[in-house]
């Protein structure tokens, strides 16, 4: 009774106009209250395959880089947005969701993923969606039933490590005990495994078009086709930029340098930026002139397995960088949904208003022949 006391005022508290709207995240104690909640869907932003080995029981996956929906040439046919609106309607319905469900993005916590997913329902004006801070690991780290199988699985790993060792030695009763041992560890493992709160298996539809829902298995949810709406009114293109905005940002840096009111982030490696290592069906590698480079490895607390530094943390960091609240911020990466919109979402919880994502990125940019590029 006290969980669902407490889920229900966190739910009147997400259904409350002012405060949801500047929040994009929530704890994992938060969020493994809503578990079940027929009015919540997780997201999982990470690969498909990552999702089959692992994923928070009813959720369904939409792998971030997939939300970019460009052709082979690199060109995004209702840019800025991530997918023409009749697609993502589609899409987004396809995996049981309506407007009026609150989506918590996760992906295994380093974040660029989970944001990915945050950046796509946030342009298309879904206001109740938030990043799950420390991902799949904070709720691994929850669930009483994980914290027993893990030892388990450790205990068994050292017993089936001593049955082969004795088998080796030729002890061949120590080697038929410990494996009677591992069978057993085995058995209540799996026993156990349908306990978890982190599941694994998949469901997989052809919507067409390229397009595929990618769901938990029926044993865990049902889940049904929804009808979800895009109302070109409330698109919300603060969260988003095309490739033209962002050109005209470059040119007014190169005219006015550090002193412009644009700046433009460029989140990819080292080796992405110089041009060495070129991604999917890019002609060219490099970057765009005038960037500067902020990894987004920058934004993760690996040590913590939080999504997110500090504020202190990350303003320190962009303040390094020149990047200060009365400038309009573009950020970057390979196709927006992922490393980009990371940058972006650290910005937006430090209270920066004008940041973007371009929603081309460099999958965009370094296939047209006419925009400028540097190595």
């Given at each position: 009774m006290k969980r669902l006391l407490q889920a229900l005022l966190f739910m009147a508290l997400l259904a409350s106009g002012s405060w949801a709207a500047e929040r994009l995240t929530i704890s994992g104690e938060e969020a493994y209250k809503l578990i079940d909640d027929p009015n919540v869907m997780f997201v999982d932003g990470d690969s498909e395959t990552a999702f089959e080995n692992g994923h928070i029981r009813g959720s369904v996956n939409m792998y971030a880089h997939h939300l970019h929906h460009s052709d082979i040439m690199g060109r995004m046919h209702c840019a800025p947005l991530f997918m023409c609106p009749k697609d993502a309607e589609h899409y987004i319905g396809a995996h049981g969701i309506d407007n009026g469900m609150t989506i918590i993005a996760y992906d295994n916590f380093r974040g660029p993923n989970a944001t990915g997913v945050l950046a796509y329902f946030k342009s298309y004006g879904h206001k109740k969606v938030y990043v799950l801070d420390g991902g799949i690991e904070a709720i691994k780290a929850l669930d009483p039933n994980q914290k027993l199988y893990d030892k388990l699985k450790a205990e068994a790993r050292k017993i089936k490590k001593a049955y082969k060792k004795a088998k080796k030695a030729g002890n061949l009763e120590e080697y038929k005990k410990l494996k009677a041992k591992y069978k057993e560890l085995k058995k209540k493992m799996a026993e156990l495994a349908k306990k978890l709160i982190i599941q694994r298996g998949i469901k997989k539809v052809d919507l067409g078009n390229g397009h595929y829902a990618v769901l938990c298995p029926e044993s865990e949810r049902k889940i049904t086709p929804k009808h979800y709406k895009i109302d070109p009114k409330?698109?919300?293109?603060?969260?988003?930029?095309?490739?033209?905005?962002?050109?005209?940002?470059?040119?007014?840096?190169?005219?006015?340098?550090?002193?412009s009111k644009y700046v433009v982030i460029d989140t990819r490696s080292m080796i992405e930026i110089i041009g060495e290592r070129k991604m999917d069906h890019v002609a060219r590698g490099g970057h765009i002139p005038t960037s500067k480079f902020i990894e987004w490895k920058?934004?993760?607390?690996?040590?913590?397995?939080?999504?997110?530094?500090?504020?202190?943390?990350?303003?320190?960091?962009?303040?390094?960088?020149?990047?200060?609240?009365?400038?309009?911020?573009?950020?970057?990466?390979?196709?927006?949904?992922?490393?980009?919109?990371?940058?972006?979402?650290?910005?937006?919880?430090?209270?920066?208003?004008?940041?973007?994502?371009?929603?081309?990125?460099?999958?965009?940019?370094?296939?047209?022949?006419?925009?400028?590029?540097?190595?």
């Open positions: 409330k698109i919300d293109y603060s969260w988003i930029a095309g490739k033209d905005e962002v050109y005209h940002a470059v040119k007014d840096r190169l005219k006015n340098g550090d002193k920058h934004i993760t607390d690996f040590k913590n397995k939080k999504s997110f530094r500090s504020k202190e943390e990350l303003q320190k960091l962009f303040n390094k960088f020149g990047v200060t609240k009365d400038k309009t911020i573009y950020a970057y990466c390979q196709v927006g949904t992922g490393r980009g919109s990371d940058i972006i979402t650290a910005l937006r919880l430090l209270g920066y208003k004008n940041a973007k994502v371009y929603s081309g990125s460099w999958d965009e940019w370094g296939n047209d022949m006419n925009l400028p590029i540097r190595r």
